[in-house]
Every structure is written in C-alpha cells, then in structure tokens.
C-alpha cells in the first residue's frame, strides 16, 4: 500500500524503532520490581520464561514479515486475515489501547521521577504532576503533527543517548559487584522451596511483558521499509540486545545491596541502586538519563499508536475518518484520539492509588492480547501449510515450533497476570467496539457473524463483571 518513495527506512533505522519502543519507563524500574519478588535465582527463571517467549513470537513476526509482505500493518492485520474481521479489529483496538496506557505509564514515572526533588508531584500522579504531563503531552503532539519523518529521526537520535546511561550503570555494577553479597541474595533472602521460588516468579510475570513490548515496532512501521527482509533481523536483533540490557539490569543489583534493600527503593529504583555505589550525583545521573528514555519511547509509541489506528482504518477496522491525513503525512485525526485518550488516563491516575503497577500492568494485558493472535495466525500458516513449498517440512516444523511455544508464553501470561486485568480489559474492549460497529456500518455490511456475537457478548459480560467488581471493592485500582 505504500509507494517506492515511501519505503525509506533502513535495518538499522527499524532496528532502533524496536529498541526504541522497549526501552522506555520499564528497565529503569526493573531493581525494585524484582527485589520486591524474588531473588538472582527466581529473576534468572523469570527471564529464562519470558525471554523465550518473546523470542519466539520475534521469530514469529520474523516468519511473517517474509512469508506475507502484503500484510504491512504487522500486529492486527495477522488477526483479520486469519480469524476475520471483529478479531482483527481485538488486535487493533489491544495493541492501541494499550500502548496508551503505555504512554500513560511514562508521564507518571517521569513526574515520580522529579517527586524526589519536587515534592508536589508526588508519586506522579498528583493534579499538579498531571498538569504538566499534559503540556508536554500536547507540545509533542503538535511537534509530531509537523511530520513523521522529522519525529522518526528524533527518535534516533534519543535512541542512542538514552542507551548510554544504561551501560554505564551496568559497567559501574559490575565493577562495584560482591560475589557473596550475590549468594546471600540468591534464593530470595530465604529458605524457599520451588513453590515458594514460582511464586515469587510469578509476581514478575506481567512486569516482564511490559519491558518487551516494542518487539513488534519494526512490524508495524514494516510498509516505510526498504527491504521487507530487514523487518524480521531488526525485530530479532533488537530484541536480543534489549534482553541482555534487561537482564544485566535486574541481576547485578544483588551484588552491590540486599534484596530488602533494592525492594524499598524508590522508582526508578536503578536511580537509587547507583546512588548507593558512587553517591549522589549516580541518583541524578540515571534520573536524567531515565527522562531523555522515557520522552523518546513516549515519541516511538505516539508514532505507534496514531500509525495502527491510521492502518486499521485502511483496512476497514474503525471508520474511514482515521485514514485522514495532514499536509505532511501524519494521520492526524487517529493521533488527536490516541493523546485524546491519553489525556483521559492521565486524569484517572488521580484517583488510583498506585498508578505506575496499575497501568503498567494493564498495558501488559491489553497488548497480550493481540500477541496471541499473531502467534495463532503463525500456527495457522504453518498447519494449513499456506506459503509453502511442497517438500521436507523442516522450516515450516520450525516455524511451527516458535509459534506453538509463542502462543503458550502468551496464554501462561495472561493467566499468571491475573483474571481482574481480563475484566478491566474488558472494560475497554466492551464500549471500544462501537468503532468497528461504525466501521461495519459504513460500508453497509453485516456486523458479526456468529462467533463474533458470541465472543462480542462474552466481554460485555466481562465489562459488567469488572465494573461490579470495582464498585464493590473486589478489584482495586
């Protein structure tokens, strides 16, 4: 769907839209988060489970990007084209919702971030934190509106410095690293059995989902590229080198404090872990570095959000209106709605009394999601054997490989994280599809089929149950 000028974006440039979009509010919280779990041997199963998982649904986006290169919306066009109409429209409608809450979750870590300094913004999600999350909201969607092209090269460049910082807490840690202060941590601070180590595991489970997401950027922006091979290397080499990032952070922490101690840090707690090592200015060093971070993943996922619901619209999804674009090429309505919506979540952090895990988790819910789907469409290809050649099934037995295990990581996933953040999706989900009513409408169609009315019911049934739920105190934000 785009033209030869269009496909402008190298390996290297999709490549940093995919470490771009994951790295952002979530590894500079990853000390604490842990900490607060479990110790080295719990945070070494978590990441075994979850870097696996990912992995194989990269390898799956991989797969895909090669064997349907028409498909160039990436993370919901899998699931119309497989499962029909009002799944893909799931998909869409998952991956944007969420990645709202995402952007969301950025504004209230930068403001918790300068609550340390500035006591009025509190925990970030004070009226005056709000305040001014919502001029730097508005002041980059209008520097957006002035052209993508203009905010993808930004995010380059933010890309690179946000990095830096990153590895300079790793190398000052590993320099400053105990091996006894690591063993004394290493069970948790405890004697724990396997039940009690899974536990603690498991409790990291959707805070794992969240510092991955972003695995699918190169996918989605898959139409601008030059190349559509590059899509599937930039996606899986992006994520091997955020996975190592992520697992460095987390780990090294035990070898220069106590587990005790790392979890009553503050976020972002790795501010604190190098403050203990070299001082003060190690607080202020990767607080900066965490702002710089978070304001060019909150750039990539603008970009993210506003380019889904555009392409959603193109493939008849959500109504004609959110393909409409300015002068310089920014779908401009579909990126008035997604910081609309972002507005909207900024002001109900006000009332939740811990805004970061809740929309932090959230947004791990809603983007699991759409990533079952696209595991599903790729176990689809491989069974029904469409795209393949006749002859020995060893790389479609691969193939079928990476997305069976992608599809249970993400089933485990949505299980482990918890039935009340189904309903809360739900919540959303349940008033979010009169979109694609209006969309079905204006082209005059039917509605549902049969399933879908059923699937439709189901999570208007989960709506009703989530809003009982909060009324009643069952779920609290």
Request: glycine fraction near 10%; charge should be positive; hydrophobic fraction near 55%.
């Amino acid at each position: 769907m785009s033209t030869e000028s269009e496909r402008n974006l190298t390996r290297t440039t999709m490549m940093g839209m995919v470490v771009g979009s994951m790295v952002g509010a979530g590894i500079f919280s990853l000390p604490a988060t842990f900490g607060n779990a479990t110790g080295p041997f719990g945070a070494l199963i978590a990441w075994a489970i979850a870097g696996t998982g990912m992995l194989m649904l990269a390898f799956v986006f991989q797969f895909l990007a090669v064997r349907k290169p028409d498909l160039d919306a990436g993370i919901f066009t899998y699931a119309k084209e497989g499962f029909g109409n009002y799944l893909g429209f799931i998909a869409a409608f998952g991956f944007w919702a969420g990645s709202c809450l995402g952007n969301t979750t950025y504004f209230v870590l930068i403001k918790s971030t300068l609550g340390a300094a500035i006591p009025v913004f509190g925990e970030g999600n004070t009226v005056p934190a709000v305040a001014v999350s919502s001029v730097i909201l508005w002041s980059i969607h209008f520097m957006i509106l002035r052209g993508v092209k203009q905010a993808a090269f930004i995010n380059k460049v933010v890309t690179v410095a946000k990095i830096v910082p990153i590895i300079i807490f790793i190398v000052i840690l590993a320099f400053a690293f105990k091996k006894d202060l690591f063993a004394e941590n290493f069970w948790g601070g405890g004697d724990y059995n396997f039940r009690d180590v899974m536990g603690q595991v498991r409790r990291t489970m959707l805070v794992t989902v969240f510092v991955f997401i972003g695995v699918e950027g190169a996918s989605v922006f898959s139409r601008y590229a030059k190349n559509r091979a590059d899509v599937g290397w930039a996606t899986v080499m992006g994520f091997i080198g955020v996975l190592c990032l992520m697992v460095l952070v987390t780990l090294l922490p035990y070898g220069v404090m106590l587990r005790p101690e790392i979890a009553d840090l503050r976020q972002p707690s790795m501010a604190g872990v190098l403050q203990a090592v070299v001082g003060t200015w190690g607080a202020v060093f990767i607080s900066a570095g965490l702002i710089v971070s978070v304001l060019g993943a909150y750039l990539a996922w603008t970009l993210l959000c506003a380019e889904a619901l555009f392409t959603a619209s193109r493939y008849e999804l959500v109504p004609k209106v959110f393909e409409r674009e300015n002068k310089n090429g920014v779908p401009s309505v579909a990126l008035w709605l997604t910081n609309i919506l972002v507005q909207i979540f900024l002001i109900l952090t006000i009332f939740a009394q811990y805004a970061f895990d809740l929309t932090l988790e959230m947004t791990s819910s809603m983007t699991l999601i759409p990533y079952l789907l696209v595991a599903a469409y790729g176990l689809k290809l491989t069974l029904t054997r469409e795209t393949y050649t006749p002859g020995p099934g060893s790389l479609r037995n691969r193939e079928m490989i990476f997305a069976s295990i992608a599809i249970i990581y993400a089933i485990f996933m949505i299980i482990a994280g918890g039935l009340e953040y189904v309903l809360l999706a739900c919540i959303l989900f349940a008033p979010g599809t009169l979109l694609f009513i209006l969309a079905r409408r204006e082209l005059r169609l039917s509605t549902f089929t049969l399933p879908e009315l059923i699937l439709f019911g189901a999570t208007v049934v989960g709506a009703i149950i989530g809003i009982y739920s909060l009324a009643t105190g069952a779920i609290t934000l």
